[in-house]
C-alpha cells in the first residue's frame, strides 16, 4: 500500500511540484491550499507524512497545521517548509515536534531523502509500539534493555 502525503502550500506552483517528485517515488499524494483546506482534507483521510509551508498568508500558518497533525495522530511526521530564512522558526518548529524544517527552494533530493527517512523513522515508532502492546498483552518484560 503506498504512503499518504499531504502537501500544503499556498503557491499552486510550489504545492504541484513537491507533488510530481513525490508522486514519481510512488507516494499517493494530495495537495491543499492553506490550512482550512488542509484541515478538511485531514479529517477524511489519515495521512502518513505531511509537508507543509510555513506562511499560507492566512490567519493561520504551518505551525498550526503542525500542532492539529500532532493532536490527532502524534507518530504523523511533519515537515516544515519556507522561505524565512528565521532560525528561530525551525527551533519552534522543533519545538512543537516538526520532523524537519527545509527552506525553499526545494532540493528534489534532500525532498525525497527527508521524506524517506521520515516515514521510516514513523514505520520504526510504529515498530515499537506494537511491540508494547505485545509485551502488554502478554505481560512479558523487555528482553533487551
Known sequence: MKEKILVIDDIENIAFIVK?????????????????????KMAG?????????LDFGEDKTGIDVLKEVKKTDPTCPVI?????????????????????????????????????????????SGDNANTDVYR???????LIT
Not at 502488554?136 to 523487555?142: I, L, P, S
Open 45 to 53: 483521510t489519515d495521512f502518513d507524512l505531511v509537508f507543509t509551508d
Open 136 to 142: 502488554e498483552r502478554y505481560k512479558t518484560g523487555a
Open 20 to 40: 510530481t517528485i513525490l508522486s514519481r517515488e510512488g507516494y499517493d499524494v494530495t495537495t491543499a491550499y492553506g490550512y482550512y483546506d488542509a484541515r478538511e
Open 80 to 124: 516544515i517548509n519556507t522561505g524565512n530564512t528565521d532560525y528561530m522558526i525551525a527551533s519552534d518548529a522543533k519545538l512543537f515536534g516538526a520532523y524537519d524544517y527545509m527552506s525553499k527552494p526545494v532540493e528534489q533530493k534532500r525532498l525525497v531523502h527527508t521524506v524517506r527517512m521520515a516515514l521510516s523513522h514513523r514505520a520504526m
